[in-house]
Every structure is written in C-alpha cells, then in structure tokens.
DNA sequence: GCCCTGTTTCGGTAATTCCTGAAACTACAA
DNA sequence: TTGTAGTTTCAGGAATTACCGAAACAGGGC
C-alpha cells in the first residue's frame, strides 16, 4: 500500500481502485460474478452518473461484458439507468443507501433462492406424506422440518426487508444486549 | 412424478432421490457445489450410517469427488466420521437437528465469508480517513457506512448461531407478529 | 434514403471449477 | 514380509461460466 499526501489526487483513485478489486473478490465468495460486483462498487462509490463507456474505461472490459452486467444490476434493483433530456446516451447511478441496498439483496436473493427451495421441498413433503413405514415416516419428518425451518426463515426475511432501518438497527442493538 | 401404493419401497427410494438432486440444485444456487449438497442431502435423510463406498454407489461418483466432499463437509461441521468398534472402515452421520444445521452454516460462511469481508473494508477506510476533498470525504463516508453495517451484521449473526432453538423460535414468532 | 450514435446480441474462446480414475500411501494381520 | 482393506492425493479431462470483439440492430437527424 502506498502513501500519498493527504490531498494527493492519486490516492483517492488508488484506494477506490482497491476496493473495487476488494468487492469483487467479496462478491465472487458471495456467488456473485466478479465483474457485477465490481461495476456495482464503482457505482455506490463514485459521486456522478456513469456511462457504459466510461465503466468499461475505468475496469478495462468489453462492452458486452459491461453491458450485461449493468443489466443483471438493474434487473436486481441495486442500479438504476437514468436519461438526461436532450441526451441519448444511458448514464447509471447506483442506490448508495446500505440498508436499502441490503433489503434488495435480501428480497432477491429470497426471491431467486430461498422460494425455488419451500418449493422443491414442499412437493417432497407432500409425495411422501402417507407413505408406511418407520424409514419413510422418518425421511417426512425430516423433510418437513426442514420445510418448516424454511417458511419461518422467508417470514423473517420479508418482515426484515420491509422495514425501515430506523426501527431495525435500534432493535438490533437491543436485541445484543 | 410416479405414483406408488403408499406401502411400496420404491416410493421412498425415489421421494429421497428426488430430495438428493433437488437439494443438490439447491445448494447450487447458494454457491456450494452439487455434489457435496448432494452428499449432505443423502446423509441428513437416510437412517444408518453410510461408508465412502455407499455413497460412491447410491451417487454415482467416483471415490475423489466422495473422498473430497466428504472431507469438507466434515470441515463445515455438518457432518461427523465415525469408526464402528472392531471395524477399520470410516462411516459418516449427519448433524440432522435443523436448527444446529442452521446455525452451523450462519457461523462458517460467517468466517469465511463475513469476516474477509470487513476486514478488507475497515483497512480501505482506514486509509482513506485523512484525505481532503470533497470527493474523498464522501468515499470514506460510504466505505464507513458498509463497514458498519457489516460489523453490526456480524454481531447479530454471532448472537443467534449460539442462541438456542427453544429461545429464538418463539422470539421469532413474535417478532412477526 | 443514408449516416451517426448508441444499444443489444451472439459465436467463439479463455478461465475456472468440478470430477474421474488410478496410483500412492497407511496400518494392520497373517 | 507380504497381503489386504481402506484412505488420500493428483494429473488430466469434462463441464460450466465468464468474457471479448464484432456484427446486427434501433432510432434520430440530414
């Protein structure tokens, strides 16, 4: 790591530079594609609108590879597109509040993962329902625990991301007491 | 799906099939590979323990790939080696209680996940603490923000993985209401 | 119609991750 | 010591996922 004077430009680019690497590496163990997670860093912490072009500058990708991850980011809700009047190009401003963003992450992630889930195992639940037999009745019980577990589990979640972050970080500092 | 008279075996066999490559899709989409979901799937649903070569058999996979998913469910915790009295063969159990699953999971992606994570962002907003320039200020101002909310999340996950099911099922309960 | 500016799609390739099968290793028993 | 039953390692191949670059497309103005 470098050491700049305080007001040396080259210090902020730098240490912004690091933590887009840094998020994509965090992303990446997260499931989440290294690239998207490094254009969604870009975006939270840069102060103006950016274009395709000028993302594709900073990180050094293609255009195609530019191009779908700003999609899948929209399509996510964790950037927006915005269109200046008069102008045709597409500029992209990422929502920066951190609880926001984890409701979205929250609700998507619910959404794409946790629902797929209650409903594979619910259906597993129900076809093994009457079934005779200790090792049968067992393998239901197990199931539908598991089922179960679920379905409070996606409660939790949703209630949590409806919220706002005035009421829950107070009761999150509570609740470690 | 087939249906079967509600006393046949094979109803089972194929309900816990299912359970396997469902729950190997599953694991999947949370960023683990099918094959050790599906190794743990096999384990939390069967009665006996089951021995590397079992598992070889009822998967349909080579002695490597059991070996190694074995190997690191067993680092997870999820699942335990046992050594029967007499017998030089190692056998494998699953932790099955759902919510010591759970808590399992929360405190080793905790680890290996949440943990990097705030480390490499409290050292970008260490770094960036004395610069000037609005821009700068407004950088460090948002890397502040995910790092403390990290943090706060960090210590809410430890409070529940080592809370226990009976307190937290009910506290849940309420909570929804 | 034809250019101009920008967006979207897509075939091929590179990179990564996962899996196999076989060989090497360990420990015990005859 | 050799045989046997088991575990561990690993090089190479298969499968998946991500990425590039170029071509196709869209919608204005002239």
Same mark, same amino acid.
């Given at each position: %790591? &470098?050491?700049?004077? #305080? +007001? ?14 840094? =998020? ?5 163990? =997260?499931?989440?594609? *290294?690239? %998207?997670?490094? $254009? ?5 912490? /840069?102060?103006?609108?950016?274009? /395709?072009? !000028?993302? %594709? !500058? ?6 195609? +590879? ?16 915005? $269109?200046?009047?008069? #102008?045709?190009?597409?500029?992209? #401003?990422?929502?920066?509040?951190? =609880?926001? %963003? ?5 609700? !998507?992630?619910? *959404? ?15 076809? /093994? ?7 049968? $009745? ?5 199931? &539908?625990? @598991?089922?179960?577990?679920?379905? @409070? ?15 829950? $970080?107070? =009761?999150? @500092? &509570?609740?470690?007491?």
């Amino acid at each position: %790591m &470098k050491t700049r004077p #305080e +007001n040396d430009p080259r210090a902020l680019l730098e240490a912004r530079d690091d933590f887009v690497t840094q =998020w994509g590496t965090i992303g990446t163990a =997260w499931g989440i594609n *290294r690239t %998207m997670a490094q $254009v969604h860093a870009l975006l939270i912490t /840069t102060g103006h609108l950016m274009s /395709t072009d !000028e993302i %594709m !500058e900073d990180l050094k990708i293609s255009r195609g +590879n530019a191009h779908k991850n700003l999609r899948d980011l929209v399509s996510w809700g964790l950037i927006r597109s915005v $269109v200046r009047k008069g #102008e045709r190009k597409e500029y992209f #401003e990422a929502e920066k509040n951190v =609880w926001k %963003m984890f409701c979205i992450i929250l609700r !998507e992630r619910r *959404r794409r993962e946790l629902r797929p889930a209650q409903a594979a195992l619910q259906e597993c639940a129900a076809r /093994t329902k009457g079934l005779k037999g200790a090792e049968a $009745v067992a393998f239901n019980k197990q199931i &539908k625990a @598991l089922s179960d577990f679920l379905e @409070l589990a996606d409660s939790v979640i949703t209630k949590i991301s409806r919220s706002e972050q005035s009421s829950m $970080v107070p =009761w999150a @500092l &509570k609740f470690l007491k």
